[in-house]
């Protein structure tokens, strides 16, 4: 089975200043990662995703995220965030076996202050 | 628009009522799921249909049952609700083996008093 870790519950940032999303993942096989956005009262939104190939992956509204096999880690990064990025993000992790379901992680509140 | 369609976007009930939750995709998807979502927990999977005519329990099954009522529809049923049922429900789909293609509904916000 997987999980996924996401380090920090909440990041408060300032508008403009870049942000770093940690989030960390176990699992027995190889995995596809995703990262989600869900903004107030709305549903989740794809960011970006890995499958394979180039480890540095880029994803909507400036965001992107490197996967690192050796530290199984997958954080997303964005150089200057906008208040419009105040939003949870949610980390998630597929295997491609049966059924392919999402495992999520507990989720990071970005607050974004101007 | 494509999509998922959930319905209804929210919904009371008191401790003991039954209720369904309906979702619907309109994109031939062959894989379908249910997540509640809870604070500090992300989303966590209740069960899933991964074609026609087959459901799976996931994480977090007890109190909940399923219907794959044909390709389009995944349907979701409280039969005796719970405080602990308090959550947002989403459901999902998928198009086809890899892992790419999910796509979200809109939520349900159930509310057990």
């Known amino acids: 089975a997987q999980s996924v870790t996401q380090l920090d519950s909440q990041v408060p940032v300032f508008e403009e200043a870049p942000v770093e999303l940690r989030c960390n993942y176990s699992?027995?096989?190889?995995?596809?990662l995703f990262w989600y956005v869900q903004y107030p009262n709305q549903g989740l939104q794809l960011l970006l995703k890995y499958l394979s190939g180039s480890t540095l992956v880029k994803g909507i509204n400036g965001f992107e995220a490197e996967f690192n096999k050796s530290q199984t880690s997958f954080h997303l990064r964005k150089p200057s965030v906008h208040i419009s990025d105040t939003a949870e993000y949610f980390c998630?992790?597929?295997?491609?076996?049966?059924?392919?379901?999402?495992?999520f992680g507990g989720g990071t509140r970005l607050m974004v202050k101007p | 628009n494509a999509g998922v369609t959930q319905t209804p976007k929210f919904q009371v009930l008191k401790t003991g009522q039954s209720m369904t939750l309906q979702c619907a995709q309109d994109m031939n998807h062959n894989s379908m799921y249910w997540y509640r979502q809870d604070p500090g927990m992300g989303l966590r999977l209740i069960y899933y249909?991964?074609?026609?005519?087959?459901?799976d329990k996931g994480e977090v099954p007890n109190g909940y049952n399923v219907s794959r009522l044909n390709k389009r529809e995944f349907s979701l049923r409280l039969e005796s609700a719970a405080p602990s049922q308090t959550s947002v429900y989403f459901c999902?789909?998928?198009?086809?083996?890899?892992?790419?293609?999910?796509?979200f509904g809109s939520g349900t916000r159930l509310t057990v008093v």
């Open positions: 699992s027995s096989v190889s995995v596809y």
């Open positions: 999902a789909s998928r198009a086809q083996q890899g892992a790419s293609g999910y796509t």
């Open positions: 998630a992790v597929s295997t491609g076996n049966a059924g392919n379901m999402l495992t």
């Open positions: 249909s991964a074609s026609e005519g087959t459901t």
